[in-house]
């Protein structure tokens, strides 16, 4: 943005209105959780039966980088909570160089070129019909809106083209990740047994489409097949995309909406999108859709000042680290300095990231478009209640 378009954009907006609602987002998901670990002061603070917090980014990042002594394989990892459900190699319970060479593998479903053409096959013409919706005067639910996005993404996957996830398939993916509890370190059997249901179902197709498909492949799960994946490891890494990439987007779509909107940038942005970065990026930092990450100790080793050991559970407060940075401020924009910190850092940095951006880019370019037009107003909206990743459960969007 150049000098006088910032100075314009900078009054006509209003800073830090965004609070009250994303607060309400997070207290409606995490009752207990949010104001225990957001009321924590010190950069890592050991809080009984949740784990060594630790609220500091510089903090956060040297973990994640530390993977000889964080891990995400031992007692109180992510392995803990998924390997059951999910089988043992799907990246997000793996580490060292089979991981590496999985993530090696899985790279070119992520390249931008890749990339992009799946977005713009899966999204392009329901993206349109959202802006002619808008345009028409209708009331839109952006919530129902990305979910039937995350949807038609998740059909692409498991390599269909038709559209099989429709809500109540996604209903029953949200209630697995609902099973995860920062009190609880392992699922239950019977939730074990529940997820692994679900899974199957959207593994039934993938595993044919992983078999059938001729040369070259005409889906996800034949891709990886040439990309040398086994169909083990394409299964677990169908059931990974949908776990990791559903909800983190059908969470922060609305939330980045609704964040525009009550702090007026929807209206700058319509005007002039040269901001659109800052305002993706600031709108992650506020955000933060995968609040924590867990790793497990696997040697001695100082976090801060405190000391941990085998064993200890590490909680990594992202959402806190991210949000010591201030208010939303695309001006300002203190994101740049987190080098996205809200996907992770090192090794395990969200594998999906080119694919989130490119959704999260058609998403708000078609709000965007409609916007431009006349401005759009939040006519309803709700936050959805004792979910793993805060979320609204109804955003309501109209022309004003
Ligand atoms: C706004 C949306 C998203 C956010 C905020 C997000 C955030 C994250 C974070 C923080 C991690 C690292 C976790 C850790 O180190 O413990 C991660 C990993 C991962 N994400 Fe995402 N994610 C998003 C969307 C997606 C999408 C769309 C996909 C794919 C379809 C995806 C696939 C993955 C995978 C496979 C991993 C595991 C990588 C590994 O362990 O090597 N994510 N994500």
Not at 49 to 68: I, K, P
Not at 150 to 171: E, K, N, P, T, W
Not at 366 to 392: K, N, S
Request: glycine share 8%; net charge positive.
């Amino acid at each position: 943005m150049s000098a006088a378009a910032t100075a314009a954009a900078a009054a006509q907006t209003r800073p830090g209105a965004e609070r009250r609602w994303e607060e309400r987002v997070q207290r409606a998901a995490h009752p207990f959780v949010y104001p225990l670990l957001s009321r924590i002061r010190r950069p890592v603070l050991r809080v009984p039966r949740v784990g060594v917090v630790v609220t500091e980014a510089e903090l956060v990042r040297s973990v994640l980088l530390d993977t000889a002594r964080f891990t995400k394989t031992g007692p109180g990892s992510p392995a803990d909570l998924w390997t059951p459900v999910l089988g043992p190699s799907v990246l997000l319970n793996m580490e060292g160089v089979d991981h590496l060479a999985l993530r090696r593998r899985l790279g070119p479903l992520f390249a931008p070129a890749f990339v992009n053409a799946l977005t713009a096959e899966t999204l392009g013409g329901a993206a349109a019909r959202l802006t002619e919706r808008l345009l028409a005067g209708e009331r839109v639910d952006a919530v129902a809106e990305v979910r039937d996005f995350a949807g038609r993404v998740i059909s692409r996957l498991v390599g269909l083209d038709h559209d099989v996830v429709d809500a109540g398939l996604f209903a029953r993916v949200s209630a697995v990740t609902g099973y995860v509890r920062l009190s609880r370190p392992r699922f239950t059997e019977p939730q074990v047994r529940r997820a692994r249901a679900v899974l199957d179902e959207l593994t039934t197709h993938a595993r044919a489409a992983y078999r059938d498909d001729g040369v070259p492949a005409r889906t996800v799960p034949a891709r990886m097949r040439e990309l040398g994946l086994s169909e083990q490891e394409a299964m677990g890494a169908v059931g990974a995309f949908v776990l990791t990439g559903t909800e983190t987007l059908v969470s922060y779509l609305p939330r980045m909406l609704a964040i525009l909107h009550d702090t007026g940038w929807l209206g700058v942005l319509a005007r002039d999108r040269s901001g659109e970065a800052a305002a993706i990026a600031e709108g992650l930092r506020v955000t933060t859709p995968s609040p924590v990450m867990l790793r497990s100790v696997a040697a001695p080793a100082r976090i801060g000042g405190v000391a941990v050991g085998p064993g200890d559970r590490v909680v990594l407060a992202t959402f806190l680290a991210d949000r010591a940075a201030g208010a939303f401020d695309p001006v300002a924009n203190p994101a740049a300095s987190l080098k996205q910190l809200w996907f992770g850092a090192g090794a395990h940095f969200c594998l999906g990231a080119p694919l989130a951006m490119a959704q999260i880019g058609t998403t708000l370019g078609a709000v965007l478009d409609a916007a431009a037009a006349a401005p759009l107003a939040i006519v309803e909206r709700r936050a959805q209640r004792g979910t793993l990743i805060p979320g609204y459960s109804r955003l309501v969007l109209e022309r004003s």
